[in-house]
């Protein structure tokens, strides 16, 4: 039995299927979906497992029902996980020093990803992060299966 290198970056599936310590908090996000409002906000420090918390999120509702998750705790759960459209923002690899940056960055990522997954999404470069964000969320959930 290995203990995860905080400094490697792992995905929620590479430490399932190897040898590292894995703490399954599958049945938590369960019941954060189940009590889940608009918006969730999940703040910790460095190291604290952030990225694999994300990663682990967005392969739920993505794959919910493969076999891979037959031994997580979701599995026990009465909680209906629909497979949905997943936004994940990265800003590990990005130097973003102002918010001009990362208004940039972020109508240059809304705008691709737009692209991408075919939304209809009408975004002004000058509006602020906060309406940018929004408008985006507004045309991801349109496409989704279940509109959230």
């Not at 497992?49 to 509702?61: P, Q």
């Not at 209906?80 to 240059?108: C, G, H, W």
Request: proline share 2%.
């Amino acid at each position: 039995m290995n203990f995860f290198d905080f400094y490697e970056q792992q995905t929620f599936k590479d430490l399932v299927n190897s040898e590292d310590v894995y703490v399954d908090k599958t049945g938590l996000i369960c019941e954060l979906y189940r009590k889940h409002t608009k918006f969730e906000m999940l703040c910790r420090p460095f190291g604290f497992g952030k990225s694999v918390l994300v990663d682990t999120i967005a392969n739920l509702f993505r794959h919910r029902y493969e076999d891979f998750f037959s031994n997580l705790n979701v599995a026990k759960s009465d909680v209906e996980i629909p497979k949905q459209n997943v936004m994940r923002l990265n800003f590990a690899t990005n130097d973003l020093a102002t918010s001009i940056e990362l208004q940039d960055y972020l109508y240059n990522y809304y705008r691709a990803r737009a692209f991408e997954n075919e939304l209809a999404l009408d975004l002004d470069q000058n509006d602020s992060i906060y309406w940018q964000t929004v408008s985006y969320i507004k045309a991801l959930a349109a496409k989704s299966p279940t509109k959230k």
